[in-house]
């Protein structure tokens, strides 16, 4: 059990491969990760405490402004209000694409995965050409009569909420759909003939034991909304900045480099506490246990 | 609630399938299917896959809804009635326990849909699990129990709530063989305890024979025969029941005359007179037909009261309590045998040429050829 559990390099003829080979087969990846993740993240800590001189002088300018302050909990509940605005578009999509048969699932599945193969950037500018003063959703309501004045949408928080669940909805999805397929469609029908309602079936049994790919989907749509650049920067307005724009300013134009660090190092202070806390209070593999 | 109602509750419901049919598309899964189950009875459908058996039990279960045809549990008609509201208790294939509760909350489960509260579908719970000897495991996970023990935790909850009908689909294949003969004395058990009914689908025929009051043979969504376990085996109805239950050997034959006795010729020649009580189907002279005889009702040696039979041995098994001789007639049918007691046999070897004497009253004729 222990021997299958463990997992291991095979050869084509079924020898196992050496200690050595698959440490050759791994380098590739795990020299990428330290290269373009540890080392830079760790250089970034360093430069944050000791530039100009040894200090937490950086982190000090980061907590006691409240500007800088704002600009982090607007971050933090925008990237919040995200995750939230995902998981109640994205889970009755899930759920239908689990249910789907046929040509009706193939289709929902490239509706949603077909997003991801253009760019950030082409997503954000379609939203920017809608949310225009005369843009499609200005000019369909002044049509309709329901505002004589275009309403201001573009360079606003509503945007770049509106445009970023768009763009992170795809995450979002994936991990819920995939923890509904792995429930057993027997799970169902047992809950059903103990004598279920389909509205109980779906609380008592199906809920919980999709709220796996819940909390995967929140993490991945959470952590990524937090450092998202593109869309704050093209849809949000320059007064209600968000920490990304913050810090491409500090390096870009401030040429701050050491505050740029701090900053840095309290979101990841941030996103690390998060982490632990998500994978204390749930017990995915207790969840997971038995679906076989 | 006065108590003959009480005690009514929990009996067994009496079950009728008419004319049950379910078509997906082009193909029936079931095709014509009628079987009266009595309260309490116990019985099993068996079949092929792909022979309709778990369709009728989906359907009996409300998972499915027969394309024609109607179900009734007593009197009533429940052929469109959703699954939660048929009070049937059910055990599946794969446990289906749900792994994110408790073994008791398991267990609770259809108590707390049936609104009872907490202390008391707990004190329900632990008692059925102490009904399938699993008493204390109440506060484990499911993936804490082995596959046997999780199997008893489903049955505990499909009869917490006292239904009259108990489905069970292929319950016991995912257990090993041991296990698998322990849940089946439960399974009677809890049956005769409770008097609950019960339809049992398996493709395993001893399981079936060994547990069941009476069997449904089911091929291509149709009933081959359906009745006790010695009927089956003793007289199958047709050719289908008869090499499906048990092992038989087949001879191709041409029935000569049929009268008070009917007599055949086997492919060597042979002519044998069989009483008319050995043709199963209707057969007339001139057709061909099938001789069908179970191996261990052939006895070794040329004996009186039945025909004789010389057979080349190509094979000579020891299975345990029987020897099994395998071995060819003259024109190259294959025969099987199965002896008992079988220690003064060690002087056959394969090609030797053996006597088996047929008795008359183990011979059955089938209409038709095989193959």
């Known amino acids: 059990m222990t021997e299958a559990r463990r997992s291991h390099f095979w050869h084509s003829d079924g020898r196992r491969l050496s200690g050595l080979s698959t440490l050759l087969l791994l380098l590739p990846f795990f020299a990428i990760i330290a290269f373009v993740f540890v080392y830079p993240i760790l250089q970034l800590l360093v430069i944050s405490i000791l530039e100009p001189h040894p200090t937490l002088e950086n982190y000090a300018r980061v907590v006691e402004n409240p500007v800088h302050m704002r600009v982090l909990m607007r971050t933090l509940w925008t990237a919040t209000l995200v995750t939230a ?208 | 609630m006065n108590i003959a109602s009480a005690t009514q509750s929990a009996s067994g419901a009496s079950i009728r399938i008419s004319r049950l049919e379910k078509r997906f598309g082009a193909v029936s899964a079931v095709d014509g299917v009628d079987i009266d189950i009595a309260a309490g009875e116990f019985i099993a459908l068996l079949g092929p896959s792909g022979s309709g058996k778990t369709t009728i039990l989906m359907s009996v279960a409300g998972f499915e809804f027969p394309t024609s045809g109607s179900i009734h549990v007593d009197s009533e008609d429940v052929t469109y009635v959703p699954s939660n509201r048929r009070n049937l208790g059910m055990v599946f294939q794969n446990y289906t326990l749900f792994p994110h509760m408790s073994i008791l909350d398991n267990v609770a489960f259809p108590l707390k849909m049936r609104g009872l509260r907490a202390a008391e579908r707990h004190a329900r719970a632990e008692a059925a699990l102490a009904t399938v000897r699993l008493a204390g495991y109440g506060h484990r996970r499911p993936n804490e129990l082995s596959g046997g023990q999780q199997q008893r935790v489903a049955l505990a909850r499909a009869i917490v709530y006292q239904p009259r009908v108990l489905l069970m689909d292929e319950p016991l294949s995912a257990l090993d063989k041991n296990l698998r003969e322990d849940m089946q004395l439960e399974i009677k058990r809890l049956h005769a305890e409770l008097g609950i009914t019960v339809i049992f689908v398996t493709h395993d025929q001893s399981e079936a024979l060994t547990m069941a009051d009476r069997i449904a043979v089911l091929k291509d969504g149709k009933i081959q025969q359906i009745g006790p376990a010695r009927q089956l085996y003793e007289r199958p109805t047709n050719l289908f029941t008869a090499g499906f239950i048990g092992e038989m050997n087949f001879v191709g034959v041409t029935v000569e005359s049929v009268g008070d006795n009917v007599s055949v010729t086997l492919p060597w020649g042979e002519t044998w007179r069989l009483p008319a009580t050995a043709a199963v189907e209707p057969v007339a002279a001139g057709e061909a037909a099938v001789l069908a005889v179970r191996p261990e009702r052939l006895q070794l040696g040329a004996g009186s009261g039945g025909q004789v039979i010389t057979v080349t041995l190509s094979d000579i098994v020891y299975a345990g309590a029987a020897l099994l001789l395998i071995g060819r007639l003259p024109d190259g049918t294959e025969m099987r045998a199965r002896i008992p007691g079988a220690s003064q046999l060690c002087a056959l070897a394969p090609g030797d040429v053996a006597s088996f004497t047929v008795p008359v009253e183990a011979m059955l004729l089938y209409r038709g050829s095989r193959r």
């Open chain 1, 85 to 292: 605005l995902s998981v109640v578009l994205g889970f009755p999509v899930a759920y239908y694409m689990s249910r789907a048969k046929g040509t009706v699932a193939a289709l929902v599945a490239v509706c949603v995965i077909l997003p991801l193969w253009s760019s950030v950037l082409v997503r954000t500018a379609a939203w920017s050409f809608l949310f225009q003063r005369n843009g499609l959703i200005n000019s369909a309501l002044m049509a309709l009569g329901l505002t004589s004045q275009p309403f201001k949408l573009l360079y606003t928080q509503s945007a770049v909420v509106i445009a970023m669940t768009h763009v992170l909805l795809p995450f979002m999805i994936l991990p819920i759909y995939g923890a509904l397929r792995s429930i057993p469609d027997d799970y169902g029908r047992a809950a059903a003939v103990l004598g279920a309602t389909r509205l109980r079936t779906f609380l008592e049994v199906i809920l919980p034991l999709s709220l796996p790919g819940v909390v995967s989907g929140s993490l991945l749509v959470f952590l990524t909304a937090l450092g998202f650049f593109i869309t704050p920067a093209l849809l949000g307005s320059p007064q209600e900045m968000m920490i990304s724009t913050l810090v491409s300013k500090q390096i870009r134009e401030v040429l701050d480099w050491p505050f740029a660090a701090a900053l840095v190092g309290v979101l990841t202070v941030f996103v690390t506490l998060l982490a632990i806390i998500f994978s204390k209070t749930l017990r995915f593999d207790r969840l997971m246990g038995n679906a076989s």
